[in-house]
């Protein structure tokens, strides 16, 4: 029963080492990658981004064109990428209007 204690207790002790020196490894990659992008002080400010979703494209699309009515039901995919894209050429057209320099693209998420 002692041997079996014993024997537990060294395994213990060398699983204990082990994680220790995971633990060190690991705070010395972050400092390293912490060193690498000049720390949290040093970063730059966010991005702003404006996301917008039209939230019943399909219905959209059949108020707006009368093909659209037809190949709603049959190709939903393809009539919602067509609203993003025509959505996304009016607001352009509209800023361009106001003088308002914009990048605009179409993300898939």
């Known amino acids: 029963m002692i041997i079996l204690l014993l024997l537990l207790s060294v395994i213990l002790c060398v699983t204990s080492a ?15 990658v912490r060193h690498e992008s000049h720390g949290p002080n040093n970063t730059s400010d966010p991005e702003l981004l404006i996301t917008l979703k039209v939230l019943d494209p399909i219905a959209l699309a059949r108020r707006e064109s009368r093909s659209a009515k037809m190949l709603a039901d049959r190709l939903p995919v393809m009539v919602t ?9 009016e607001l352009e057209k509209e800023l361009e ?3 308002i320099a914009v990048t605009m693209q179409l993300e898939y998420r």
């Open 18 to 32: 082990w994680l220790f020196w995971q633990v060190r490894e690991q705070k010395a990659l972050i400092e390293e």
């Open 81 to 89: 990428k067509l609203v993003y894209q025509e959505v996304m050429k």
């Open 97 to 99: 209007e106001r003088e």
